[in-house]
């Protein structure tokens, strides 16, 4: 049993929808994934392999950040999922990573996630309300973090995060 973790392909579909469907226990992570590729949103989209099955999928996508001086671009992890008998395998670990190595390779300094404030951190994540940093969304502080995917790029950044209109729908 080795892990593979590579990029999504078109033949992936299906099986990712089933993942996100399944570990989510409901359809809109899924359909939120299925929208963004359809609307051709660019993504880093990753997928798991164990034995000749995809058992876990990421995708980041681009966010915006705006302030009075202007705004810029950064990458939002989510969603992340495993498939439920895979799960606390260290999967969803190991898809972090390559994801946020892969964001890195494509050109990305800062990565968001809106996600759970015990899990998170272990990939270098912060809360991000202290440094000037809000989401869009009405959420907990300590749920919204970011991570430097370059060292010193939180320097000077403040503003509102905002992800693709299609997460709205969420």
């Not at 681009?62 to 260290?90: C, I, M, R, Y």
């Not at 015990?118 to 749920?143: H, I, K, M, W």
Request: glycine share 8%; proline share 7%.
């Amino acid at each position: 049993m080795t892990l593979k973790i590579r990029p999504e392909t078109a033949v992936d579909a299906d099986k990712v929808f089933a993942v996100e469907a399944a570990a989510f226990e409901r359809p809109a992570e899924a359909e939120l994934v299925q929208k963004l590729q359809q609307s051709g949103v660019d993504t880093i989209s990753l997928v798991a392999w164990l034995d000749d099955e995809v058992v876990g999928h990421i995708l980041f996508s681009p966010v915006t950040v705006k302030n009075d001086e202007g705004e810029f671009t950064a990458v939002g992890l989510g969603p992340v999922a495993v498939s439920p008998n895979h799960q606390n395998k260290g999967i969803g670990a190991e898809l972090c990573r390559a994801g946020l190595a892969a964001s890195l390779q494509a050109g990305y300094d800062l990565a968001f996630v809106l996600g759970h404030p015990n899990y998170y951190p272990r990939f270098g994540f912060t809360p991000s309300a202290p440094l000037g940093l809000r989401c869009q969304f009405d959420v907990p502080d300590e749920a919204f973090m970011v991570a430097e995917l370059v060292p010193g790029a939180l320097q000077n950044k403040r503003g509102t995060v905002y992800y693709h209109p299609l997460f709205n729908g969420v």
